[in-house]
């Protein structure tokens, strides 16, 4: 059995686009998580220590979302689900979803946005 902690609506202002313009004045993204792991250690010790510390995750996922750009939002939810995999060994499993409130769709929209599912190997 899988337990899931679940980081929703982690904002920054990134520069990632395919547009000059997006490069340049940048625009508002939006990431949820979900990461996948046992809690039951966590819940028997009630130790921070035996789980993921999901202030440290959101940190980190904001800095992505402001870091470097990239020109699709598919490479910046693979860069999130590559680093929660990397940074926190209990996670066995991330799904990500980035939102693209403000994309330059000529129609009204009321958001884009992507799904990475990625486990370990």
Excluded: C
Excluded at 43 to 49: G, H, K, L, Q, T
């Amino acid at each position: 059995m899988t337990d899931e902690i679940a980081i929703t609506g982690i904002r920054a202002t990134g520069y990632h686009g395919v547009y000059d313009h997006e490069r340049r004045d940048g625009q508002e993204f939006v990431a949820d998580l979900v990461l996948s792991l046992s809690l039951a250690p966590a819940a028997a010790s009630d130790d921070v220590v035996d789980t993921v510390h999901y202030g440290e995750v959101a940190e980190r996922v904001a800095a992505l979302l402001a870091g470097d750009p990239v020109n699709l939002i598919e490479t910046l939810a693979e860069r999130i689900a590559t680093a929660v995999l990397a940074g926190w060994p209990l996670v066995q499993a991330v799904a990500v979803t980035v939102h693209k409130p403000a994309a330059p769709i000529p129609v009204p929209f009321g958001d884009v946005a992507v799904t990475v599912r990625r486990s370990r190997a």
